[in-house]
């Protein structure tokens, strides 16, 4: 019977019989005591009688039915939200998300950016659409997850296509609307990969990137062939998307700003630890049912209190500090995502500019606000400008913004040193470079040097002006510590440190300007007498060739 009930529970949804074995004794009068059915092919005499045998036995079986439990296969992608308890505590949502998942500081980032992004449908205005990129196994499906499927609030789809979104199918005799895009209507939609968009055919990315820019404008109309047409107006619909980060390939500049890219674990890859990902989820693997149902809880339920006592009117305002570095991001995201077109043959086809950064500014003041009311703070602080801030650094291309990072912290670099320290392929690295010069982001100027250099010219790049004070508004200068008297260390700027120690550094430079002045005689010098060695060898060369010619004539 427990043999009867592990095969019924493993076979949900399926038809089965289990072999008759009373038909076994019509065949062996004087008994059987066989348990296999290789028990009845040793008993049997002739061979070609055991087939018989054996369809007897399944043909006089009972089949039985496990229907699937339509509850209990549905309740993982579609959850009542009435049914939850609303959490209004954001230190016990806090708490539950760190007991149920594995997280850093990126992750409760992301957490806190994707319910603000869910929320933004409902002010007015263009929605904020977000790529959540991550490693394999990382735990960005499981976060995805954990917003409940389908419900009042979110729905869910495991892939997308642009025939998901608009169909021209025309039901007969039925008025009912067969594309799947009204339904997603003032909802935020989770996708869970749409990285499968890249083994997609180009003409169908094409059509499913081209619907997703009218369904961000709020106004979509597709006439079909068979006399529909397809027409909604005032559609506004939120967008998480999970990718891996073959996404990075991918340059999206020709949709504008509408897809943001999140790093689920961060690109500071000292924040993560792999180590504690795989023992908290090994803690979880007898768990891992209740953890989801915890995260599910949780996250529907602060959301809930979210949704239920949200009042766009009572949304705080950004403080003018906070407004410039939002412009400063806007600006910096926009330039480093501009893509140049390049032909194979001839190089760059056209002058490449920069799209305007109103849209984006825009996007990142009106989720900067809904990030305060969901962090639950009375002001907009600087920790929420790190929230929006790392929203617009993971959206700009990694390798992109490690080269202008490090430009920006040494002032100037050269091309060899950034391959070294910024492990980017020569090639790679040749490219950005490029790119950067057509779209004015570096500048670039010759080393003047009396030696000759075989190869290409050793060059000198330094950041454009606006890209220059657009990362100095939004990274932070870095301190150093200067010790007392006391031998107590405080963290005073390096300008400060310089007047307060005035006499010191005014002797420094005067040490430094000798000692610079004497390497310059010193270089000049040996390069006049580098100068006059080569000379004396060219002349001493020309001599030589002079005096073969000569007793080559007379021979």
Same mark, same amino acid.
């Given at each position: 019977?427990?043999?009867?009930?592990?095969?019924?529970?493993?076979?949900?949804?399926?038809?089965?019989?289990?072999?008759?074995?009373?038909?076994?004794?019509?065949?062996?009068?004087?008994?059987?005591?066989?348990?296999?059915?290789?028990?009845?092919?040793?008993?049997?005499?002739?061979?070609?009688? =055991?087939?018989?045998?054996?369809?007897?036995?399944?043909?006089?079986?009972?089949?039985?039915?496990?229907?699937?439990?339509?509850?209990?296969?549905?309740?993982?992608?579609?959850?009542?939200?009435?049914?939850?308890?609303?959490?209004?505590?954001?230190?016990?949502?806090?708490?539950?998300?760190?007991?149920?998942?594995?997280?850093?500081?990126?992750?409760?980032?992301?957490?806190?950016?994707?319910?603000?992004?869910?929320?933004?449908?409902?002010?007015?205005?263009?929605?904020?659409?977000?790529?959540?990129?991550?490693?394999?196994?990382?735990?960005?499906?499981?976060?995805?997850?954990?917003?409940?499927?389908?419900?009042?609030?979110?729905?869910?789809?495991?892939?997308?296509?642009?025939?998901?979104?608009?169909?021209?199918?025309?039901?007969?005799?039925?008025?009912?609307?067969?594309?799947?895009?009204?339904?997603?209507?003032?909802?935020?939609?989770?996708?869970?990969?749409?990285?499968?968009?890249?083994?997609?055919?180009?003409?169908?990315?094409?059509?499913?990137?081209?619907?997703?820019?009218?369904?961000?404008?709020?106004?979509?109309?597709?006439?079909?062939?068979?006399?529909?047409?397809?027409?909604?107006?005032?559609?506004?619909?939120?967008?998480?998307?999970?990718?891996?980060?073959?996404?990075?390939?991918?340059?999206?500049?020709?949709?504008?700003?509408?897809?943001?890219?999140?790093?689920?674990?961060?690109?500071?890859?000292?924040?993560?630890?792999?180590?504690?990902?795989?023992?908290?989820?090994?803690?979880?693997?007898?768990?891992?049912?209740?953890?989801?149902?915890?995260?599910?809880?949780?996250?529907?339920?602060?959301?809930?209190?979210?949704?239920?006592?949200?009042?766009?009117?009572?949304?705080?305002?950004?403080?003018?500090?906070?407004?410039?570095?939002?412009?400063?991001?806007?600006?910096?995201?926009?330039?480093?995502?501009?893509? =140049?077109?390049?032909?194979?043959?001839?190089?760059?086809?056209?002058?490449?500019?920069?799209?305007?950064?109103?849209?984006?500014?825009?996007?990142?003041?009106?989720?900067?606000?809904?990030?305060?009311?969901?962090?639950?703070?009375?002001?907009?602080?600087?920790?929420?400008?790190?929230?929006?801030?790392?929203?617009?650094?993971?959206?700009?291309?990694?390798?992109?913004?490690?080269?202008?990072?490090?430009?920006?912290?040494?002032?100037?670099?050269?091309?060899?040193?950034?391959?070294?320290?910024?492990?980017?392929?020569?090639?790679?690295?040749?490219?950005?470079?490029?790119?950067?010069?057509?779209?004015?982001?570096?500048?670039?100027?010759?080393?003047?040097?009396?030696?000759?250099?075989?190869?290409?010219?050793?060059?000198?790049?330094?950041?454009?002006?606006?890209?220059?004070?657009?990362?100095?508004?939004?990274?932070?200068?870095?301190?150093?510590?200067?010790?007392?008297?006391?031998?107590?260390?405080?963290?005073? @700027?390096?300008?400060?440190?310089?007047?307060?120690?005035?006499?010191?550094?005014?002797?420094?430079?005067?040490?430094?300007?000798?000692?610079?002045?004497?390497?310059?005689?010193?270089?000049?010098?040996?390069?006049?007498?580098?100068? @006059?060695?080569?000379?004396?060898?060219?002349?001493?060369?020309?001599?030589?060739?002079?005096?073969?010619?000569? @007793?080559?004539?007379?021979?």
């Amino acid at each position: 019977m427990k043999f009867r009930e592990s095969i019924a529970k493993k076979a949900k949804g399926f038809s089965y019989s289990f072999a008759n074995w009373n038909v076994v004794d019509d065949y062996f009068p004087d008994g059987f005591e066989g348990k296999d059915p290789r028990d009845i092919l040793n008993a049997t005499k002739v061979k070609a009688e =055991v087939l018989p045998i054996y369809l007897d036995m399944i043909t006089e079986a009972t089949l039985e039915t496990e229907s699937a439990d339509k509850e209990e296969t549905s309740s993982a992608y579609s959850i009542d939200v009435d049914s939850i308890e609303p959490l209004p505590s954001r230190k016990k949502f806090r708490e539950n998300v760190l007991r149920a998942m594995y997280t850093n500081d990126s992750i409760l980032k992301c957490i806190d950016i994707v319910m603000a992004a869910a929320l933004c449908v409902n002010l007015p205005g263009e929605p904020v659409w977000i790529f959540l990129s991550g490693e394999a196994s990382s735990g960005k499906t499981f976060l995805i997850e954990s917003f409940g499927g389908e419900n009042k609030y979110f729905d869910y789809a495991s892939k997308l296509t642009h025939t998901s979104l608009v169909s021209g199918w025309k039901p007969t005799g039925s008025d009912e609307e067969s594309s799947g895009l009204p339904k997603f209507n003032r909802k935020t939609l989770f996708i869970k990969d749409m990285t499968v968009i890249l083994d997609m055919d180009k003409g169908a990315q094409q059509q499913l990137w081209a619907m997703f820019r009218d369904i961000y404008d709020g106004y979509i109309k597709i006439p079909f062939g068979n006399g529909k047409v397809f027409k909604a107006t005032g559609i506004k619909i939120g967008c998480i998307a999970g990718v891996t980060h073959a996404i990075q390939a991918r340059n999206d500049s020709e949709m504008g700003e509408r897809f943001l890219k999140l790093d689920y674990l961060g690109r500071d890859k000292s924040e993560f630890c792999e180590d504690e990902h795989m023992d908290k989820a090994w803690e979880s693997m007898d768990k891992k049912k209740e953890n989801k149902e915890l995260m599910v809880q949780t996250i529907l339920g602060y959301y809930k209190h979210l949704a239920e006592n949200f009042k766009p009117e009572e949304l705080l305002k950004v403080p003018l500090e906070i407004k410039e570095k939002l412009r400063s991001l806007a600006k910096l995201v926009v330039r480093l995502s501009t893509k =140049v077109t390049k032909d194979r043959h001839e190089g760059m086809v056209y002058r490449p500019k920069s799209a305007i950064a109103t849209r984006l500014f825009l996007t990142f003041g009106q989720l900067i606000r809904v990030l305060a009311y969901v962090r639950q703070e009375k002001t907009i602080t600087n920790e929420t400008f790190e929230c929006v801030k790392k929203l617009a650094f993971d959206t700009c291309n990694e390798f992109n913004f490690q080269v202008v990072d490090y430009i920006h912290h040494k002032g100037s670099a050269k091309r060899g040193e950034m391959i070294n320290d910024l492990r980017i392929p020569s090639t790679r690295m040749h490219q950005i470079l490029t790119d950067f010069e057509a779209l004015s982001i570096v500048n670039r100027t010759k080393e003047d040097t009396d030696e000759q250099v075989s190869g290409r010219p050793n060059y000198t790049y330094t950041l454009n002006e606006t890209v220059e004070a657009c990362l100095t508004d939004t990274i932070k200068r870095r301190k150093r510590v200067v010790k007392n008297n006391n031998g107590i260390s405080s963290g005073k @700027t390096a300008s400060k440190s310089k007047t307060t120690d005035g006499n010191k550094s005014s002797k420094k430079s005067s040490r430094t300007d000798k000692l610079r002045s004497a390497t310059t005689s010193n270089s000049s010098s040996t390069a006049n007498d580098k100068r @006059t060695i080569r000379t004396r060898k060219s002349t001493s060369n020309k001599g030589k060739a002079g005096s073969r010619r000569k @007793t080559a004539n007379k021979a």
